[in-house]
């Protein structure tokens, strides 16, 4: 095709569908687009639209020659707008190389990708080959192409005279200007430094003009670089050897998503790694929040990557742009809402089970078998039999809204999953008025409606009143409604309270309802000797949700639902599909599949995180910590008991204390101990009153933590 390029008529042969991503190729000194011509129909062939110019004052191209790489890096880009190429892979030979090369470093959005062939970051010229050019270019020419190409073996005499032919039909010149361009030419490390973009520099074994360890040097500069040697070729390799070459560029242009330098991305990885390690190891020297400046949040609005960049660049943005602006669940002085801290073990976890990339859907592989232990853990920890199922999901919020749906399939039988609820009797379930939000929600989301959970009023101790849930159920069966389900809650999200689930358990068997317990964070404190007498009747449940995240410290997220009758669970959510067939043999075989329990067919590795979480720690000290968060509570109760300005405005069952400052505004104390980056309760309403709610849950968090919180609390104070 012919175009105009900064005011010169251009040409440039083309290849392949204008609809291909695209690659332009770029020919060295003395040459043109027949340079490529045993390369570029083969490059199109694998689904790219090649284009292939004439630089000025080369081939059919307009003169004159352009008298820098600068210019001709200038002049690439402007190509590419002349040809309506948003972006493309630009792939140089020796002084096209070049161009390429500083045509990436001055225009990173305009270029996917760099294949440099025969390439060094610095390339000089002999001088008495310059003179020899502009005196007798046919003897540069012929010059060149002994020295271009290999040597062992001799190349054909043949090849000789075609290559020193090729490069004698130069305009006059021409070729004295381009080799005067590349002696010149000395910004090639900073413009590698630069380059952020894949790159393969295509390195000559025998190459005797730009040799093999300068191209492998430029390579490594590279952030993104990798080299790929031909052994036996020359300089001109595509010349010598069209078709390993072509073997090479397409490798290049195919090379996937991997690191190009393994040796480079261990490097790196080790080094965010130990970052990460200390930052973890020196919590205490940070605050425990802090707001995200304006100019932080900014940097958000920047548009989607079109390249890829380097990876340390990466890294810095994170560790400026992220890690100094966290939620801070991990550390010590974080108490507000339930969340866990994590542990050093489980941030490695995430890291192996993120390298294996498991996707836990099913069929027969070995974080299948990880996933089943943890059931075979969980059950005689619950008092579950065998037959009990259990799966991980993102969180409680899930895992209770997964058994309404078993109990809801239960009472109304398999049929209900294709003629739906409607047109029947009205199933109504209970829970205490101080349970979680989510459960009102996951009635909405069943189908069942949100009115149908109905909210029983809570005793002196924050525990559902037995007496107002056997009323409530007496009068919907009056009604003619049909309660199914009795939900009860092994710590209450405001205050910590944990229902009387023996009682509940005995409510539920006299009536024929489905017991869940919601333990969103207490039902793992029967690790604990000391917790678990509290929890008594949770092995009576018919299913229960957890998180491991919370009080198990296993990084977010890991939710978890146990149903004692795992058909029951199958019959809920088991969907036979022809993608989903099960064998005896091989990968399909194993079954069943974790998407037999529930509605996901893609599920990451959760189990991982967990499972290394509890052989590292074990259950003994997971049960420890947890019984100490409750200390540390019981010592907060007392403190606040002690202090005449400061108010305790419920009783503490397990780990979350709430008081307040009588007088003073809980939500202006709670956001001035964040901003001050000293503590970071949250807030709830105990009895009409806004409480400062402090939730003990991290293992880190001492006696001292939340002593400095008090202390804080009535030093700075000031009655409104």
């Not at 008495?128 to 020295?147: E, F, Q, R």
């Amino acid at each position: 095709m012919d175009i105009t390029v900064q005011g010169r008529r251009i040409f440039a042969a083309t290849f392949g569908a204008a609809t291909d991503p695209a690659v332009v190729l770029a020919h060295g000194a003395g040459g043109s687009h027949r340079t490529w011509d045993s390369i570029a129909a083969g490059i199109a062939a694998r689904g790219f639209r090649v284009l292939v110019p004439d630089l000025p004052g080369h081939g059919a191209s307009e003169g004159p020659a352009l008298e820098s790489i600068a210019a001709m890096a200038g002049w690439l880009a402007d190509f590419l707008g002349a040809a309506g190429v948003e972006r493309a892979a630009l792939a140089g030979h020796s002084m096209g190389a070049l161009a390429a090369l500083d045509c990436a470093a001055r225009h990173p959005a305009k270029v996917t990708s760099l294949v440099l062939l025969g390439a060094a970051a610095a390339m000089p010229v002999n001088q008495a080959l310059l003179d020899m050019a502009l005196a007798d270019p046919p003897a540069a020419a012929a010059l060149i192409a002994k020295w271009g190409l290999s040597k062992d073996p001799p190349p054909a005499a043949a090849l000789v005279a075609g290559t020193a032919a090729a490069l004698s039909a130069a305009a006059p010149g021409v070729l004295h200007a381009d080799l005067a361009a590349c002696n010149a030419y000395d910004r090639g490390e900073a413009a590698a430094d630069a380059i952020a973009c894949p790159a393969a520099v295509i390195v000559g074994g025998q190459d005797r003009m730009a040799p093999p360890e300068s191209g492998r040097t430029l390579a490594s500069r590279l952030k993104r670089g990798r080299a790929i040697t031909l052994e036996r070729a020359g300089h001109l390799m595509m010349a010598e050897h069209p078709e390993a070459t072509l073997a090479a560029i397409l490798d290049a242009l195919d090379a996937g998503l991997d690191p190009a330098d393994w040796e480079a991305f261990r490097a790196q990885a080790h080094r965010m790694l130990d970052e990460s390690i200390d930052f973890l190891r020196d919590l205490r020297r940070r605050p425990v929040w802090r707001p995200m400046p304006a100019g932080t949040r900014a940097a958000f609005d920047a548009a989607p990557p079109r390249s890829g960049q380097d990876l340390a660049a990466i890294d810095a943005e994170f560790r400026a742009l992220v890690e100094p602006y966290g939620p801070g669940n991990v550390h010590p002085g974080f108490m507000g809402w339930v969340h866990g801290g994590g542990t050093a073990e489980g941030m490695l976890a995430e890291m192996l089970a993120g390298g294996l990339n498991a996707n836990l859907g099913g069929r027969d592989h070995a974080p299948m078998e990880v996933e089943r232990q943890i059931l075979r853990w969980m059950r005689p920890l619950f008092g579950y039999p065998q037959g009990a199922s259990g799966l991980f999901l993102t969180g409680t919020s899930m895992a209770n809204f997964l058994a309404v749906l078993v109990a809801r399939t239960t009472a109304l039988g398999a049929g209900s999953r294709r003629g739906g609820v409607s047109g029947g009797e009205r199933l109504v379930a209970y829970a205490s008025a101080a349970a979680h939000g989510c459960l009102p929600q996951a009635f909405a989301m069943s189908g069942l409606g949100s009115d149908s959970l109905r909210l029983i009023a809570t005793d002196a101790g924050h525990r559902m009143d037995l007496e107002a849930l056997r009323q409530a159920i007496a009068a919907d069966r009056a009604a003619g409604c049909r309660p199914f389900m009795v939900i009860g809650s092994a710590g209450t999200v405001d205050v910590g309270a944990v229902d009387d689930l023996t009682a509940l358990a005995d409510v539920a068997a006299a009536e024929g309802l489905w017991f869940h317990v919601d333990g969103a964070f207490g039902a793992l404190g029967m690790m604990s000797p000391e917790l678990a007498p509290l929890l008594a009747g949770i092995e009576r449940s018919d299913s229960l949700a957890f998180d491991f995240h919370k009080w198990g410290q296993v990084p977010y997220d890991a939710g978890y639902l146990l149903v004692r009758d795992g058909e029951a669970h199958r019959t809920a959510f088991a969907s036979p599909a022809a993608y989903l067939r099960r064998e005896t043999r091989g990968l399909a075989a194993g079954s069943p599949w974790p998407c037999d329990y529930g509605p996901d067919l893609s599920r990451g590795f959760r189990a991982l995180k967990t499972w290394v979480t509890l052989k590292a720690h074990g259950m003994d000290a997971l049960g420890a910590a947890m019984a100490r968060t409750c200390r540390v509570a019981r010592h907060l109760a007392a403190r606040v008991e002690a202090e005449p300005d400061l108010e305790l405005l419920a009783p503490v069952a397990l780990n979350i204390v709430c008081f307040h400052r009588p007088g003073e505004d809980s939500a202006r104390i709670a956001a001035d101990l964040h901003e001050a980056g000293i503590a970071a309760p949250s807030t709830t309403t105990v009895g009409g009153r806004l409480a400062i709610r402090a939730a003990i849950v991290n293992h880190r968090t001492r006696e001292a933590d939340v002593d400095r919180m008090v202390d804080t609390i009535l030093s700075v104070g000031t009655k409104q």
